[in-house]
């Protein structure tokens, strides 16, 4: 995983958190752990899934060729 992909989960875990927090403050809506716990999960998700979808560039794949 590329330390973008790492931002990109912070940022993420760190946005849910802060939906969650301000949940608390309206009376029709309740926050909850696992709300938060699987937003993060997401985030994780969806990052892992871009790096394996994102075009290689041309010197990562001569450098993976050169290692086989």
């Given at each position: 995983?590329?330390?973008s992909?790492?931002?990109?989960?912070?940022f993420?875990?760190?946005l849910?958190?802060?939906?969650?927090?301000?949940?608390?403050?309206?009376p029709?809506r309740?926050?909850?752990?696992?709300?938060?716990?699987?937003?993060?999960?997401g985030?994780?998700?969806?990052?892992?899934?871009v790096?394996?979808?994102?075009?290689?560039?041309?010197?990562?794949?001569t450098s993976?060729?050169?290692?086989?």
């Amino acid at each position: 995983m590329m330390s973008s992909d790492l931002i990109a989960i912070v940022f993420g875990g760190l946005l849910s958190l802060a939906m969650e927090t301000l949940r608390q403050f309206k009376p029709s809506r309740t926050a909850s752990f696992s709300a938060l716990a699987m937003n993060v999960l997401g985030t994780l998700a969806g990052a892992m899934l871009v790096t394996l979808l994102r075009p290689q560039s041309q010197s990562a794949r001569t450098s993976r060729n050169v290692r086989r």
